[in-house]
Nanobody
Framework: QVQLVESGGGLVQAGGTLRLSCAASGSIFSSNTMGWYRQAPGKQRELVTTITSGGSTNYADSVKGRFTISRDNAKNTVYLQMNSLKPEDTAIYFC??????????WGQGTQVTVSS
């Protein structure tokens, strides 16, 4: 089992910044993928960004150039720096972990609200 604990959500004005963190614990494989998905009201959960333990990243087109994912492998922690936030970024953000056997785990979610 893997446990994911997110922090850093909140309310911010459009154009502002927020930083999310997600710490993983439990049965962590050294080779894994972590990242963030989000779900807005009435919409399906969608990919925001992922990063492998080797540092390869993937971003949704909607956040490219504004969001940056990073990780500290020693701490099993992934970070999401969100700049130039827009009202359409408002959603619950879920931390994601996938091991080499494609078993996926999710955090409980943290609310991000961007006011116009």
């Amino acid at each position: 089992q893997v446990q994911l604990v997110e922090s850093g959500g909140g309310l911010v004005q459009a154009g502002g910044t927020l930083r999310l963190s997600c710490a993983a614990s439990g049965s962590i494989f050294s080779s894994n993928t972590m990242g963030w998905y989000r779900q807005a009201p009435g919409k399906q959960r969608e990919l925001v960004t992922t990063i492998t333990s080797g540092g390869s990243t993937n971003y949704a087109d909607s956040v490219k150039g504004r969001f940056t994912i990073s990780r500290d492998n020693a701490k099993n922690t992934v970070y999401l720096q969100m700049n130039s936030l827009k009202p359409e970024d408002t959603a619950i953000y879920f931390c994601y972990y996938r091991n080499i056997y494609s078993r996926a785990y999710w955090g409980q979610g943290t609310q991000v609200t961007v006011s116009s």
